[in-house]
DNA sequence: TTACTAATTATGGAGACCTTCAAAAGTAAC
DNA sequence: GTTACTTTTGAAGGTCTCCATAATTAGTAA
């Protein structure tokens, strides 16, 4: 619990304060050697010590000083956030998706390639690959350039980033990704299961930016939890956490059919497609479709009744396909958690699409790289992909 | 998520050195300056300088030299863990509990006082006063000693430290304890429901010690749950977490009325203490009995169930008064648990007995003072008494 | 009494930080 | 074009904290 940093010599202070430059200089534009030793609390002249030593290690650039400035113009540095990528992957049922994206975080390439429903493994493991390849050869990157990845997939995952246990592509059960996606870049490779990936990203760019605990449901032809607890994202001991609607009681196994028994779609209409069909006609009023979506959301809403009262958390996302219905679910979804709970959260529909879950792939990418690059303990090592 | 500690001047360096030793030596016997030396990294003659300034300060006092070693006998030093105290008081149905731990979590003294069940508030507020001071007696202290206390209580408590919503007491609710206990003793008087105080403590010194995710089980006139995540615990967005009993569908509301429908006890037995008779009676392999004890279990386990689903923990402690019966009752818990759930958790019962809550209390007066008094960003002041 | 052992004390040196002040490199006004 | 003003840069001197090493001290064992 109290993870003690041990104490050192003089080194080690010059470390922690390389450190507080480098986090006061990420993200953010060039600045001067007198804002950073504002904004670190260190003197100038030991600011200009801390940031040449950084510089000359790779992770600062001087740019050009800003022009028509009052006094002598100031030297100006940016942090390197070029130094080094990162790459989020989510393999889904129709589209893999690679993002591409510097050590800030920015996404600076993203490629989408649709692949078919019905693909086996090597099909889709190949589609990988190919995603893989252009993404990197778009942004000029080789996979050495690459110092950490995470791959987001549906099912179960286990720590070492073996799929266990995949329902709905059972021919996915018992892949290796990480170890496939690990011959085609460099660093660490993680990998995680999609609706926690899409959890993480609400917290990151999406509408849960400030909430400490918050519970995502993701609703579409799967049904998927992500929970943040403490601003973190939660797996559990065996990373089995989340999966209440394994519960018999609450019987999120049948919470779809409610949508499949829908007449009201066109005659070969497919199964997975008759959702769109019931939340339109909900949307115009049709009084079946109505008491269809609302069975549904009454559904939806015992697990996650169980999961808000269990961790009360600030904050309900709604996301996945069917958030896009939002206007016809939130309601219903809403009225049946009032019924259940103590005190109620916040339920709130997610903004980021059907990119959610490759960007939450590149922030825990980001945040592994935080943990081993810029770590209290460790401090900031030079600019190179960090050992595997 | 980043929680920044700002670098700073030689001084910060100092501080942490500081801390490093008092980490070193907290909870442990008289050391000298060579074992400091080697545990804590540093090179000797710098230990002695931040001993010998620990030391000035008051936070460390130097012992009698161990006798009878080959060469020349080497100074010794402890942790002064008696600079400071702090109390954890439990207020419970049928007893008061007062305790009073040093700095290093040695419980020195130990009150227990009886009060009616029936006790109307002003009573049982009235008994609480006097057990601390009791207990304060009898430590030789006074109020502005306590460097901190935690109070637990059964019911809602606020962040602010009061209590909310008592089901058990309903005159209980709306009582300011932060308040009335702050009038007794010096420091910060922190609130928290009973459970999570059962909880924490058996991550302490409990069966849970060195379990990160743990669901603790409050089985007993009352049920309740504590939740331990990422070695934390949970609270909630608005304390409100673990309240999985009141989901309609998992009827925690309902579990008790299974024992009180027993009728193999004598004629007139208070309802509150049919539970023990149905135990016994199922212990001396009574069918009935048995069948009455297997649907409690069955009701526990929906909720546990819920809870282990949601957060899949390595561990679910059964305690309160019921889990002096675990012979029976652990069973048919585990294997309602067993049916519902992707990854069984070990299941195992509390050790600590009814001195868990009071015990928990003492753990988190003593958490809150590590994060005011030992924290990396703070450093170790001097030895007095935090502001409240 | 003498040898051995391990802690203490003293010394010198290096690294990182701070404050202060003079010099430099621009803009703005005349 | 010169002068005044503004702000950054660069250099000097000082303090603090740490480290390594060597000389001294206070015990035990033979």
Chains 1, 2 share one sequence.
Not at 55 to 66: D, N
């Amino acid at each position: 619990m109290t993870e003690q940093l041990a104490g050192g010599d003089l080194s080690r202070l010059r470390q922690l304060n390389a450190l507080a430059v480098v986090h006061v200089l990420r993200g953010r534009p060039a600045l001067t050697l007198t804002e950073l030793s504002r904004d670190t609390g260190l003197s100038r002249p030991s600011t200009e010590d801390v940031v040449l030593q950084l510089q000359s290690q790779g992770w600062l650039e001087e740019v050009q000083p800003a022009p028509g400035v009052m006094g002598r113009p100031a030297r100006r540095y940016r942090f390197r956030s070029d130094a080094g990528w990162v790459l989020g992957v989510d393999i889904g049922g129709h589209t893999i998706r690679v993002l591409a994206a510097d050590l800030d975080g920015e996404v600076r390439h993203t490629v989408r390639t649709p692949v078919a429903i019905t693909a086996g493994r090597a099909e889709r493991l190949g589609a990988v690959d190919a995603a893989v390849a252009e993404c990197l050869a778009a942004a000029g990157l080789t996979g050495a350039d690459i110092w950490a990845a995470t791959v987001g997939t549906s099912g179960l995952v286990d720590a070492a980033g073996r799929v266990v246990l995949s329902v709905a592509f059972p021919e996915w059960t018992g892949v290796h990704l990480a170890q496939h996606v690990g011959r085609l870049v460099g660093g660490t490779v993680l990998v995680e299961n999609d609706s926690r990936l899409a959890a993480l990203a609400e917290t990151w760019r999406g509408v849960a930016r400030y909430a400490q605990h918050v519970v995502y449901l993701l609703a579409g032809l799967r049904t998927g939890t992500g929970l943040i607890i403490d601003g973190r994202l939660h797996r559990g001991f065996a990373q089995a956490a989340g999966e209440i609607g394994a519960l018999p009681e609450l019987g999120w196994i049948r919470a779809q059919e409610h949508l499949r028994t829908w007449t009201g779609a066109p005659a070969g209409t497919d199964p997975d497609d008759l959702a769109g069909y019931v939340f339109a006609s909900a949307r115009e009023g049709d009084r079946k479709a109505v008491a269809v979506v609302r069975r549904y959301a009454k559904e939806l809403a015992l697990g996650a009744s169980a999961l808000v009262l269990a961790l009360d958390p600030q904050l309900v996302v709604l996301g996945g396909g069917f958030s896009r219905s939002a206007d016809v679910l939130l309601d219903p979804l809403r009225r049946e958690i009032e019924k259940r709970c103590v005190r109620i959260p916040e339920i709130v529909t997610s903004t980021l699409g059907d990119e959610a879950v490759a960007l939450g792939a590149v922030k825990l990418s980001l945040d592994h790289l935080q943990e081993h690059l810029f770590d209290v303990r460790t401090g900031v090592a030079a600019p190179v992909r960090p050992a595997r």
